[in-house]
């Protein structure tokens, strides 16, 4: 089969490969769509743990294989993957924090992934759908969970105010959670013109620019204390900065974005949370029990009856072959994009 191997930093090729064949309790994927990830552009650009790596979880196809002890009335069956395997045994696991798994791994960075025309997985991380549903949409499932837990994380409630920093594919996704749960103000920044304009098709009611406008000021303006909730979904310092600066007393901050190790903040930072009473809640993941969780059953009922956009998410379509390209030209920063989807069969 054709796969794209993530070989080192910043080499990715396109390369023939065997077929995986289903171990005992497993079922082989042949993938119809996959979705490049941030996490993956950071493995392309900043290196990974492990190589020679097939990259990619935001995936769904058709369950064309299974293993010993597995039903064969799931062959046919369209199915997205759930990346997290954890062990299901564990303390946490128990307790259904699947993501503080002891032991777990995943699919696309721990284990062989979607960026082929086939991936093996356990059965319980193939998330059966209904066979209406797009599989572009279906490829979209786990980026849309993740904004959904970051919304959970938050204790989002109907009827309040949101701001969201960051209008990548998960504040995109955060947006329109807000705008699906009820949000009464949804204010989202970017630096870039056209993510906000995106943000606005997709239910922001406010978009601002921090290289033009005072984020802080308006904020103010348009709230008098603040946010009721504030999600950072930019994976940077400056934005998490501001989360405190816009978010009003004993509201709820959720760091969403994966910021840069080596950066630091100001102690004011923990003054200022400390002097408000904020609650500051950090997101892993997309998992609640049952596993794995209402983030994905809510999602495909949302795509079933339209309220989730996913045709305005996508910006790119490439088939697999060309990955080394497409991952060659995001490392430069020669395209703009929202999310793109790779398809193995084109």
Known sequence: MKAAILENKGVMTVQD?????PQSGNVILKVKAVSICGSDISRYVKGHRMYNLILGHECSGVITEVGEGVS????????????????FECEQCKAGRYSACHTYTFIGSRQAGGFAEYVE?????????????????????????????????????????A??????????????????????????????????ATARKLGAHVTLNPTRDDVKAEVKRLTGD??????????????????????????????????????????????????KELRLNGCFMSYSAPFPGHEWTETVARLQDGELDMDTM?????????????????????????????????
């Not at 088939?319 to 994009?337: K, M």
């Open 121 to 161: 997985m356990r059965e319980t991380n193939a998330f059966i759908l209904p066979e209406d549903l797009s599989f572009e949409a279906a490829a979209l499932i786990e980026p849309s969970t993740v904004a959904r837990h970051i919304l959970d994380l938050g204790n989002f409630e109907a009827g309040q105010s």
């Open 163 to 196: 701001i969201v920093l960051g209008a990548g594919s998960i504040g995109l996704m955060a947006v329109q959670w807000l705008r699906i749960l009820g949000a009464k103000l949804i204010i989202c920044t970017d630096v870039v013109d056209e993510n906000l």
């Open 314 to 346: 996508i910006s790119h379509r490439y088939p697999l072959t060309a990955a080394t390209q497409v991952f060659e030209d995001i490392g430069a920063r020669r395209i703009a994009y929202r999310k793109i989807i790779l398809q193995p069969e084109n």
């Open 226 to 275: 603040g946010v009721d909730v504030a999600l950072e979904c930019a994976g940077s310092p400056q934005t998490l900065a501001q989360t405190i600066q816009v978010t009003r007393p004993r509201g709820n901050v959720v760091c969403g974005g994966n910021q840069p190790p080596e950066a630091s903040l100001p102690l004011t930072f923990i003054e200022d949370l400390m002097r």
């Open 72 to 87: 064969e009335n799931l062959i046919g069956k369209h199915a997205a993957i759930i990346p997290l395997v954890p062990c």
């Open 17 to 21: 490969v065997p077929t995986p064949t």
